[in-house]
T-cell receptor, first 111, second 114 residues
Framework: GQQLNQSPQSMFIQEGEDVSMNCTSS?????WLWYKQDPGEGPVLLIALYKAGELTSNGRLTAQFGITRKDSFLNISASIPSDVGIYFCAGRKTSYDKVIFGPGTSLSVIP | DTAVSQTPKYLVTQMGNDKSIKCEQNLGHDTMYWYKQDSKKFLKIMFSYNNKELIINETVPNRFSPKSPDKAHLNLHINSLELGDSAVYFC?????????????FGQGTRLTVV
């Protein structure tokens, strides 16, 4: 079935560093989503992207919808301890398709 | 007010038992979902209901039966529980095919089958 790949699988960074992660698909998507999951909680939507090339920010987070429509990127600037968690990308081929989730990137921030 | 609430939060039960998980949303969304998250944190959709009608039914054993009495509720009943059913089950809701209203998740139900 359709799969998304996320890299890196996990990251350990120092507080204050910037973070980059990406998500790729073998199919073209019309929607890319980025969610964050804190331990013991459900995923929370961070950013939604609906147009190729779109660049959207949410505080220190910035995400981009790749021009090929087969990838997306998430950057976190000046990381803080509460950024710890699992970041999931998710995509949808059309507005009427199910959302498929990537395997997640686990982020650890060292104070 | 909790937007998507699931009960119970934790469920420990023996193999072979039948159990139910309940979900309610107060966001006015017309679509609800059940996702399963395994021990490797992989999130996989199981079912989706739109206006009480089943629209997504992934390859899930027929021991799992969702029921949606109305748009705001989606329950999951599991018969003859097996060890491999142990996972975290998330309920979510959204407005179908509407940009800007993506899935909003509940806190999850951690099911442990012993």
């Amino acid at each position: 079935g359709q799969q998304l790949n996320q890299s890196p699988q996990s990251m350990f960074i120092q507080e204050g560093e910037d973070v980059s992660m990406n998500c790729t698909s073998s199919s073209i998507f019309n929607t890319w989503l980025w969610y964050k999951q804190d331990p013991g909680e459900g995923p929370v939507l961070l950013i939604a992207l609906y147009k190729a090339g779109e660049l959207t920010s949410n505080g220190r987070l910035t995400a981009q919808f790749g021009i090929t429509r087969k990838d997306s990127f998430l950057n976190i600037s000046a990381s803080i301890p509460s950024d710890v968690g699992i970041y999931f990308c998710a995509g949808r081929k059309t507005s009427y398709d199910k959302v498929i989730f990537g395997p997640g990137t686990s982020l650890s921030v060292i104070p | 007010d909790t937007a998507v609430s699931q009960t119970p939060k934790y469920l420990v039960t023996q193999m072979g038992n039948d159990k139910s998980i309940k979900c309610e949303q107060n966001l006015g969304h017309d679509t609800m979902y059940w996702y399963k998250q395994d021990s490797k944190k992989f999130l996989k959709i199981m079912f989706s209901y739109n206006n009480k009608e089943l629209i997504i039914n992934e390859t899930v054993p027929n021991r799992f039966s969702p029921k949606s009495p109305d748009k705001a509720h989606l329950n999951l009943h599991i018969n003859s529980l097996e060890l491999g059913d142990s996972a975290v089950y998330f309920c979510a809701s959204s407005q179908w095919a509407a940009k800007g209203t993506e899935a909003f998740f509940g806190q999850g139900t951690r099911l442990t089958v012993v």
